[in-house]
T-cell receptor
Framework: QKEVEQDPGPLSVPEGAIVSLNCTYSNSAFQYFMWYRQYSRKGPELLMYTYSSGNKEDGRFTAQVDKSSKYISLFIRDSQPSDSATYLCAMKLGGGTSYGKLTFGQGTILTVHP | DVKVTQSSRYLVKRTGEKVFLECVQDMDHENMFWYRQDPGLGLRLIYFSYDVKMKEKGDIPEGYSVSREKKERFSLILESASTNQTSMYLC??????????FGPGTRLTVL
């Protein structure tokens, strides 16, 4: 079983739809949770970063963490064609090591069509 | 702005060749990482380095080695390229526990 499982998609939605992207994890020691967005032929870029259970909003994006269920989600409101990309969840253990590695999900390809 | 650059965007090599992938970051980050990205498998960590001349194996180090002689530069070496090393290779750098920045990637094809 992989440490981080992500709904593989692909996901295709009409413009304006609400999108839900999800990851589950098995290691309860993960303390930091991230969502990266990767456009075609580019490297991933950080979209959201959170370390506590609950919701974090940034514009049209909301990151949700449920540590008791070991489940994280990214919601995109009013989705736009420019949101079409691969979305990757990533997690990191807590503790003092500054170089702690990120563990990534498999990625979900999202297409928002006009 | 942090910049992570990789020496090539596309590379085609033959089986058995020695391949060097170079990564340079300009923000004095101590931590640098090499990943490969394959469809359905996400990003998998090959090696990382937390200081000059220091290196640690990631999840899939077999068939790869790395070199970090200067803080800003982290090289990935395929000693004898094989077809199963055809992949997208991504370099990243990070300061402490902060945001990890990625380069644009190198798409390597081994024939």
């Amino acid at each position: 079983q992989k440490e981080v499982e992500q709904d593989p998609g692909p996901l295709s939605v009409p413009e304006g739809a609400i999108v839900s992207l999800n990851c589950t994890y098995s290691n309860s020691a993960f303390q930091y949770f991230m969502w990266y967005r990767q456009y075609s032929r580019k490297g991933p870029e950080l979209l959201m970063y959170t370390y506590s259970s609950g919701n974090k909003e940034d514009g049209r994006f909301t990151a949700q963490v449920d540590k008791s269920s070991k489940y994280i989600s990214l919601f995109i409101r009013d989705s736009q064609p420019s949101d079409s990309a691969t979305y990757l969840c990533a997690m990191k253990l807590g503790g003092g090591t500054s170089y702690g590695k990120l563990t990534f999900g498999q990625g979900t390809i999202l297409t928002v069509h006009p | 702005d942090v910049k992570v650059t990789q020496s090539s965007r596309y590379l085609v090599k033959r089986t058995g060749e020695k391949v060097f992938l170079e990564c340079v970051q300009d923000m004095d980050h101590e931590n640098m990482f090499w990943y490969r990205q394959d469809p359905g498998l996400g990003l998998r960590l090959i090696y990382f380095s937390y200081d000059v001349k220091m290196k640690e194996k990631g999840d899939i180090p077999e068939g790869y080695s790395v070199s970090r002689e200067k803080k800003e530069r982290f090289s990935l070496i395929l000693e004898s390229a094989s077809t199963n090393q055809t992949s997208m290779y991504l370099c990243a750098s990070r300061k402490g526990t902060n945001e990890q920045f990625f380069g644009p990637g190198t798409r390597l094809t081994v024939l």
